[in-house]
């Protein structure tokens, strides 16, 4: 795809929308809620299950088959298929997009969601677009959470809807405003993706970059200086949206080119625990904070790792590391049967 095709579609802010896209995200919304309502039918792998749609969607959010792409039609008379429906498709089948808007997925998240979806079954169908040039294979426009989920819980097939949107700018930008829309997209992923825009070619500069997206060249110029980061430290922060916003994750960034990975982990870590705000990081990243941390006693070093302990659920207390010889256990609200218990323990295992 030449640069200039792929940079068409942007020519609105993420946070708004024209009449057109507006319409696609209306029509793939309203579809997402007659699968949540409509009854249960038995499904077959690949075979198109008609969903019951009401006459008035039928007319106002169907897509039309006058517009749709030569490729789509003949792949949708091939199976029978009516836009709207629902079908089972082996997750085999299924791959990530290419400009899948999302980078990061946690692992936490996954997990849990597949726990869900093993005890209640999928509920929302996912968003697929046929791999014409691969038939019987799909990508994922919308759903990849889902996905990894349902691989996660050891399911064999997805229910899914089959779109018409080439891969590319179009399927991208419906991603995106999906994912804008549910606060799901991160900094973090576009920090990459853009990169890899970039770096492939698909704009020729920032600012042409940032001109389609419709986004200040500096917002572009954090997102892209975030990009420098290690994945292991963006992962990181990933996992805590509320803490890393675009300033924060800017100044770990700043940090980081000043004192590399592990003194990076350590500064995470830091945030977190002692709860530090972004004009704090940024003074610690300037220096200025240096000599009050040096002059702390080596009683209040800083631990490099916390470990939090539960019985029956309920928090108890801590264990931390220190360097490479110091362990702390704090724990109380014990019954004095569990804390000589946990004594005896310790005991056993120093002999």
Same mark, same amino acid.
């Not at 576009?190 to 698909?202: G, K, P, Q, S, T």
């Not at 990009?227 to 430290?233: D, F, M, Q, S, Y």
């Given at each position: 795809m030449k640069p200039s095709q792929f940079a068409k579609g942007f020519q609105a802010r993420p946070d708004t929308t024209s009449s057109e896209k507006r319409t696609a995200l209306d029509r793939l919304n309203a579809i997402d809620g007659l699968v949540r309502n409509e009854p249960k039918t038995p499904t077959t792998v690949g075979r198109p299950i008609p969903a019951v749609i009401p006459s008035s969607l039928q007319d106002a959010e169907m897509p039309d088959p006058a517009n749709e792409s030569a490729a789509y039609r003949a792949w949708r008379l091939e199976h029978g298929y009516r836009p709207g429906q629902v079908i089972e498709l082996a997750l085999k089948t299924i791959k990530p997009s290419p400009f899948n808007p999302r980078y990061f997925y946690v692992k936490s998240s996954i997990a849990e969601l597949a726990v869900n979806l093993a005890k209640q079954g999928q509920q929302q169908a996912i968003h697929v677009i046929p791999d014409y040039d691969n038939p019987g294979t799909y990508f994922v426009s919308d759903g990849g959470r889902r996905v990894r989920a349902l691989k996660e819980a050891n399911k064999e097939s997805v229910k899914a809807i089959v779109i018409d949107l080439p891969i590319g700018i179009q399927s991208y930008k419906l991603g995106y405003?999906?994912?804008?829309?549910?606060?799901?997209?991160?900094?973090?992923?576009?920090?990459?993706?853009?990169?890899?825009?970039?770096?492939?070619?698909?704009?020729?500069?920032?600012?042409?970059?940032?001109?389609?997206?419709?986004?200040?060249?500096?917002?572009?110029?954090?997102?892209?200086?975030?990009?420098?980061?290690?994945?292991?430290?963006?992962?990181?922060?990933?996992? =805590?949206?509320?803490?890393?916003?675009?300033?924060?994750?800017?100044?770990?960034?700043?940090?980081?080119?000043?004192?590399?990975?592990?003194?990076?982990?350590?500064?995470?870590?830091?945030?977190?625990?002692?709860?530090?705000?972004?004009?704090?990081?940024?003074?610690?990243?300037?220096?200025?904070?240096?000599?009050?941390?040096?002059?702390?006693?080596?009683?209040?070093?800083?631990?490099?790792? =916390?470990?939090?302990?539960?019985?029956?659920?309920?928090?108890?207390?801590?264990?931390?590391?220190?360097?490479?010889?110091?362990?702390?256990?704090?724990?109380?609200?014990?019954?004095?049967?569990?804390?000589?218990?946990?004594?005896?323990?310790?005991?056993?295992?120093?002999?």
């Open positions: 405003d999906l994912n804008v829309q549910r606060d799901s997209q991160t900094v973090f992923d576009n920090a990459v993706v853009w990169r890899r825009f970039l770096d492939e070619r698909h704009f020729q500069s920032q600012k042409e970059l940032a001109e389609h997206l419709g986004l200040d060249e500096s917002t572009i110029a954090v997102a892209l200086s975030i990009a420098k980061l290690p994945e292991p430290v963006m992962q990181e922060m990933v996992a =805590r949206p509320d803490r890393f916003g675009s300033n924060m994750a800017y100044q770990v960034g700043r940090y980081h080119s000043a004192r590399g990975a592990d003194a990076t982990l350590r500064l995470i870590n830091r945030i977190l625990s002692d709860d530090l705000s972004t004009r704090q990081v940024a003074d610690i990243v300037k220096g200025r904070a240096t000599a009050q941390e040096s002059a702390k006693p080596a009683g209040r070093q800083r631990y490099a790792q =916390r470990l939090e302990i539960k019985l029956g659920g309920v928090s108890v207390g801590d264990l931390k590391s220190y360097g490479e010889d110091r362990l702390e256990l704090r724990l109380k609200g014990l019954t004095r049967e569990k804390r000589d218990e946990i004594l005896l323990q310790i005991e056993k295992m120093l002999k």
